[in-house]
């Protein structure tokens, strides 16, 4: 289950948000029983989260609060070391993914396209952080955005407008990459 808390004040489509979660959850092979929370939160409540957990000054665009530290890459949204019977998976909670729309909304406006283009990236890029992908060396930097990329490219071309056809009803700091074509270098906190 993917639960949205938007506690930031901000007009926000949390339904593209759940679907970029599930989008990237499903391509990376997780359970759909995996548990994840997306909370929105505003500058000054961002801010505080990034001061106690990063020791960094400022709001930031996202954090990500994996639960008890697992890696979950290839694993289906289960804990290394406890693998389920067939017909029995267990649901993990992978943790939490929090972005500020505010920051979000400043940084779209730099990369020139939409705030929620800009929290669907984010999104993605906190949901790969959940699942133990981390950009601190230079291969993995390459690994994790272009992986990032791919998944939104991918999403993106579901229905043309970055949203999939409806379905049914510690943290760490980010080094600055560049984008294609020569698009602005932004820094994502994760």
């Not at 759940?18 to 029983?33: E, K």
């Amino acid at each position: 289950m993917i639960d949205v808390i938007n506690e930031s004040g901000a007009d926000v489509d949390e339904r593209a948000l759940v679907d970029v979660a599930r989008h990237v959850l499903a391509r990376m092979g997780v359970s759909p029983l995996a548990d994840l929370a997306i909370s929105l939160k505003d500058v000054a409540e961002m801010e505080r989260l990034h001061v106690q957990y990063m020791d960094l000054p400022g709001p930031t665009d996202v954090l990500a609060f994996p639960m008890d530290e697992l890696d979950l890459r290839g694993s289906r949204g289960v804990p290394q070391g406890m693998q389920p019977d067939e017909d029995d998976e267990l649901p993990t909670v992978l943790g939490d993914v929090v972005l500020c729309p505010e920051v979000a909304e400043r940084q779209a406006a730099e990369a020139g396209h939409t705030t929620l283009d800009e929290l669907q990236l984010l999104t993605a890029h906190g949901v790969l952080h959940l699942l133990g992908f981390d950009h601190a060396t230079p291969e993995e930097h390459a690994e994790m955005f272009g992986l990032q990329d791919a998944l939104l490219a991918e999403l993106r071309g579901s229905d043309g407008d970055g949203h999939q056809p409806p379905s049914g009803a510690e943290p760490e700091e980010q080094d600055e990459r560049p984008g294609a074509g020569g698009e602005r270098e932004r820094r994502h906190h994760a």
